[in-house]
């Protein structure tokens, strides 16, 4: 498989590779937590650092708990994180997620 054609889903879910930004090249792939993606975290981090001044509270904290998605592998899903941001989910579907994992 080419490079084009592998299929980015970040950390929090988002696929980057439906996304116009990376697929006009503006925008690095997050990937996940997981090993087989971590040259592309760094990458995505230093990116971030470069340009935002920070990284993604999500990405960092996947990698941090040496996990690979957020909604799958973490147990405190969603957490403090995605409640204060909004992103990429809304309050709405947090709220769904939360009734719904009981």
Same mark, same amino acid.
């Given at each position: 498989? %080419?490079?084009?054609?592998?299929?980015? +889903? =970040? =950390?929090?879910? +988002?696929?980057? %590779?439906?996304?116009?930004?990376?697929?006009?090249?503006?925008?690095?792939?997050? /990937? %996940?937590?997981?090993?087989?993606?971590? #040259?592309?975290?760094?990458?995505?981090? =230093?990116?971030?650092?470069?340009?935002?001044?920070?990284?993604?509270?999500?990405?960092?904290?996947?990698? #941090?708990? #040496?996990? /690979?998605?957020?909604?799958? #592998?973490?147990?405190? $899903?969603?957490?403090?994180?995605?409640?204060?941001?909004? $992103?990429?989910?809304?309050? %709405?579907?947090?709220?769904?997620?939360?009734?719904?994992?009981?």
């Amino acid at each position: 498989m %080419s490079e084009k054609d592998r299929v980015y +889903v =970040a =950390a929090c879910g +988002v696929c980057c %590779s439906t996304c116009r930004l990376f697929v006009k090249g503006i925008c690095l792939p997050c /990937g %996940s937590g997981l090993p087989k993606d971590r #040259d592309v975290v760094e990458k995505k981090m =230093a990116e971030q650092m470069k340009n935002l001044g920070k990284i993604c509270s999500k990405l960092q904290c996947v990698v #941090d708990k #040496d996990i /690979g998605y957020c909604m799958r #592998d973490c147990k405190e $899903f969603p957490c403090k994180i995605y409640k204060e941001t909004m $992103f990429p989910y809304s309050e %709405s579907f947090l709220n769904m997620y939360e009734r719904r994992n009981k």
